[in-house]
């Protein structure tokens, strides 16, 4: 496996109120002295337990605002704390245990913010925690040249959830390893088969073995959301899905995180600032910062701007303080990416 070093485009300059309101109840409040994030701010059974999603949500920011120092507290806990004997990292640990499962999505956004982190900051540690965590997500993560959800510690998925698939990952992986092209080009088809006809949504899994989508009546907005954000980072657009979610913000005010497959209709009344931030990143990479406004300034709406309150600055419930990290790490990936394009609300 070639160690060259890949160049990098991106700059993400500008900083907002609100984006720095998030980072310091992220840093402040929802980190722990390791360097972990918390799953949620509200101390309840798990709330304190680290999950790898949020450690490459988090290295991925700091790459993002060109903070090696952020971005290496992360690196190093993720070393210290949650890599398994197999090379790959743990979906959940806790302060004593840690879970023997993986799953296929969370290591290939570690793997990406390595391989960026590599480049970017130039330390071969990033490169070579890459080159083994890769290593056995081809081994222990893919079956028959599929990308598949996870390895619990003995025996590997039967099925894919097309929100896993990150095709910029795979690719990315393959100027590296040529034989990831393979996984890359199998993955791409499940997701572009994946459409629904008639619809602007995509199922939610594929089975292997059966060679069957799922067949759900209803789908997940966040689960769509990010399989769209997938195929967007590889330059495969579908504008029926993007004129859906102008039309829902435009018409409803709002979107949902449910929708009839047979109607479109909404299933579900709850908003999330997941799928707002995901939505709003997707926007960007369509060039509709129109949409990207809408859709941030929804988001704003679900922030804690009361001074008073222990969750000041986040994004999650005032009254039961429920803040959860993939909430607001999602806020602060997309007030980043468009914070030089963002016109706020008058009543915001």
């Not at 402040?28 to 790898?52: P, W």
């Not at 795979?170 to 993955?187: A, C, V, W």
């Not at 504008?239 to 209709?265: C, N, P, Q, T």
């Not at 990479?285 to 129109?290: L, S």
């Amino acid at each position: 496996m070639n160690s060259k070093r890949l160049s990098f485009e991106y700059d993400y300059p500008c900083e907002t109120l609100d984006e720095k309101l998030v980072r310091e109840f992220v840093e402040k409040k929802l980190t722990s002295e390791y360097g972990g994030i918390f799953t949620n701010y509200k101390m309840e059974f798990g709330s304190r337990d680290v999950l790898s999603e949020s450690e490459g949500l988090s290295m991925l920011y700091y790459l993002y605002i060109k903070d090696e120092a952020g971005y290496r507290r992360h690196y190093e806990f993720v070393m210290d704390k949650m890599m398994l004997k197999n090379n790959l990292v743990s979906w959940r640990v806790g302060e004593d245990y840690k879970y023997t499962s993986s799953a296929s999505i969370d290591d290939l956004r570690i793997i990406r913010a390595l391989l960026i982190g590599y480049s970017v900051f130039g330390d071969k540690e990033y490169f070579n925690l890459a080159k083994r965590i890769i290593a056995s997500v081809k081994k222990y993560e893919c079956r028959n040249g599929f990308l598949v959800d996870y390895y619990d510690g003995y025996t590997k998925s039967g099925t894919i959830t097309l929100s896993y698939i990150d095709l910029y990952t795979m690719n990315l992986i393959s100027n590296y390893e040529l034989s990831f092209k393979s996984i890359y080009e199998n993955s791409r088809w499940v997701l572009e088969n994946g459409k629904i006809e008639g619809t602007p949504f995509f199922r939610n899994r594929y089975n292997l073995r059966t060679k069957q989508y799922s067949s759900e009546y209803k789908v997940d907005m966040l689960q769509n959301a990010i399989v769209v954000e997938h195929l967007a980072e590889d330059n495969i657009f579908y504008m029926d899905f993007i004129k859906f979610i102008k039309s829902e913000i435009e018409k409803k005010g709002a979107v949902y995180s449910e929708y009839y497959i047979r109607d479109l209709k909404p299933a579900s009344r709850i908003e999330s600032t997941a799928i707002y931030a995901t939505l709003a990143r997707v926007a960007l990479y369509y060039r509709d910062v129109d949409l990207y406004n809408m859709l941030i300034n929804r988001m704003l709406k679900l922030q804690c701007k009361n001074r008073l309150s222990p969750i000041y600055g986040a994004f999650g419930n005032e009254a039961n303080l429920y803040a959860h990290s993939f909430d607001n790490l999602n806020a602060l990936l997309a007030l980043r990416m468009g914070g030089c394009y963002i016109v706020k609300e008058d009543n915001n």
